[in-house]
């Protein structure tokens, strides 16, 4: 079964950066079309951000213009790189496979952003 870690979250003012990395076993990266998922508490877990395996990106309007995402292939590895954070950014971040039938969720990592 697919797993995935992801890592990079922290605590950031708002304006902030950060960069989360999702290591992906096998060669799931290159294959799917992926997800930055994000769970705010209370809310419903969203899609923010997908990548297809040929390189198209696409994103929530929500995040668009400050977020971006990419892959590295080579090292079955994802990014997300979140300049200009607001608050409402604060959420559990995951990725997974950018689809309906997704793969099983791995721990996530915490965003929070706040002054």
């Known amino acids: 079964q697919a797993q995935f870690v992801e890592s990079g979250g922290g605590l950031v003012q708002p304006g902030g950066s950060l960069r989360l990395s999702c290591a992906a076993s096998?060669?799931?990266?290159?294959?799917?079309?992926m997800g930055w998922y994000r769970q705010a508490p209370g809310k419903r877990r969203e899609l923010v951000a997908s990548?297809?395996?040929?390189?198209?990106?696409n994103y929530a309007d929500s995040v668009k213009g400050r977020f971006t995402i990419s892959r590295d292939n080579a090292k079955n590895t994802m990014y997300l790189q979140m300049n200009s954070l607001k608050p409402e950014d604060t959420a559990v971040y995951y990725c997974?496979?950018?689809?309906?039938?997704?793969?099983?969720w791995g721990q996530g990592t915490q965003v929070t952003v706040s002054s």
């Open positions: 990548i297809t395996s040929g390189g198209s990106t």
């Open positions: 096998g060669r799931l990266i290159s294959i799917y079309a």
């Open positions: 997974n496979k950018d689809s309906i039938a997704t793969f099983d």
